[in-house]
Nanobody, 128 residues
Framework: QVQLVESGGGLVQAGGSLRLSCAAS????????MGWFRQAPGKEREFVAR????????TYADSVKGRFTISRDNAKNTVYLQMNSLKPEDTAIYYC?????????????????????WGQGTQVTVTS
């Protein structure tokens, strides 16, 4: 069992930056791939980024590529999302999620169905 707690959200002007953190409890954090998703009002939850258990492989949605960076510190049981050059369309609730191994190969890593544990979310609001 893994519990996830996000922090770092807030209000920022367009062009600004925020760093989200996701603190995980549980002994197996270092074996989990981790992801970030977001959900804007009236829209479905969408994939943002993913990082492998070792941190050696990252995947990004096209909409954030080049602006957002996902990273992790397994010694601190924490995953981060550095968000730069923020745009109003980045406004959403951001969720951290954990993918418990083994990952089913029939489920795409960008799908929320690939993740077994979710945090409660943190609000990010970008003003123009």
């Amino acid at each position: 069992q893994v519990q996830l707690v996000e922090s770092g959200g807030g209000l920022v002007q367009a062009g600004g930056s925020l760093r989200l953190s996701c603190a995980a409890s549980g002994r197996s954090f270092s074996s989990y791939a981790m992801g970030w998703f977001r959900q804007a009002p009236g829209k479905e939850r969408e994939f943002v980024a993913r990082i492998s258990w070792s941190g050696g492989k990252t995947t990004y949605a096209d909409s954030v590529k080049g602006r957002f960076t996902i990273s992790r510190d397994n010694a601190k049981n924490t995953v981060y999302l550095q968000m730069n050059s923020l745009k109003p369309e980045d406004t959403a609730i951001y969720y951290c999620a954990a993918d418990r191994p083994p990952h089913p190969i029939t489920v795409a890593v960008v799908s929320s169905a690939a993740y077994d544990y979710w945090g409660q979310g943190t609000q990010v609001t970008v003003t123009s």
